[in-house]
């Protein structure tokens, strides 16, 4: 019975919950956003805007030229060229090129420490009146979100909108089955924020650690 009380013991176990709380689902607050938007939206009686998924990929990717562009007072100092939609953006994300349509606006935001995406909308994004009323802007109809930071920051948002046919416009190639989602996550897509085979193969490596720790202990 003594065992049970071993240092060993309370370290494997300890690297065991690690293990699991670091491999825990943690959806898409990417997709959360859009929740929020339309529930902003929506109370003010303007109509709910599509999750569009090709959108949603080419704000994760203007987030991911951005990160390193987040500055002491949390701004985003950083403008991509507009071609940049059409030449790397778009093509990077499968998006087919005839349905690309008219972005109506954007909005970044970036802060140091991560932020459930509920405060990421009022703290991050929707700070002033200039986002809030592009956020409801009438012409808009449909909506992507990108985040990027998943597991250390600073972490950066953008919300992309448009004015383009709900279902026609933003079209990803395959249905968005060839993008490789490296890191951070976007609206619309099943993949969770999570899933980057980086953070499992680190997972995993703790956990193998720990394991021949407590064998070593064990032996010697
Ligand atoms: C990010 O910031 C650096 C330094 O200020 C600047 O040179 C660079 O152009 C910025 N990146 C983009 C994509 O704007
Ligand atoms: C809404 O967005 C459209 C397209 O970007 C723009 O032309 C228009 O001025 C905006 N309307 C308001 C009220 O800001
Ligand atoms: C919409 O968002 C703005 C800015 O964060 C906030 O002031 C307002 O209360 C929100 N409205 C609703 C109905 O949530
Ligand atoms: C767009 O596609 C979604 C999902 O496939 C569907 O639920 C929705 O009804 C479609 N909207 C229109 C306007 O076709």
């Not at 690690?18 to 689902?25: D, I, P, R, T």
């Not at 951005?66 to 998006?95: I, Q, S, Y």
């Not at 709900?166 to 996550?185: H, P, W």
Request: with cysteine.
């Amino acid at each position: 019975m003594k065992n049970l009380y071993c240092p060993e013991l309370y370290s494997f176990c300890f690297l065991l919950l690690v293990v699991l709380v670091s491999s825990k689902n943690h959806g898409n607050p990417a997709n959360d956003l859009v929740s929020i938007i339309n529930n902003n939206r929506t109370a003010l009686k303007l109509p709910q805007l599509n999750d569009s998924p090709g959108l949603g990929c080419m704000a994760l990717q203007y987030v991911e030229l951005c990160k390193g562009n987040c500055t002491a007072n949390n701004a985003v100092n950083c403008k991509p060229p507009e071609d940049d939609f059409t030449e790397v953006f778009a093509p990077n994300c499968g998006v087919e090129l005839p349905t690309f349509g008219t972005i109506t606006g954007h909005i970044v935001g970036c802060q140091e420490k991560y932020v459930e995406p509920s405060l990421a909308f009022s703290q991050v994004l929707v700070k002033d009146k200039k986002s809030l009323s592009l956020l409801r802007n009438k012409s808009h109809t449909e909506v992507g979100v990108g985040m990027v930071g998943v597991h250390k920051g600073p972490f950066f948002w953008c919300v992309l909108f448009s004015n383009g046919k709900t279902n026609s416009s933003f079209v990803l190639e395959n249905r968005g089955a060839g993008i490789k989602q490296t890191q951070g996550c976007y609206s619309g897509s099943s993949a969770p924020c999570s899933v980057g085979k980086k953070n499992r193969a680190s997972a995993f490596s703790i956990f193998f650690m720990g394991f021949v720790f407590v064998l070593l202990i064990k032996l010697l």
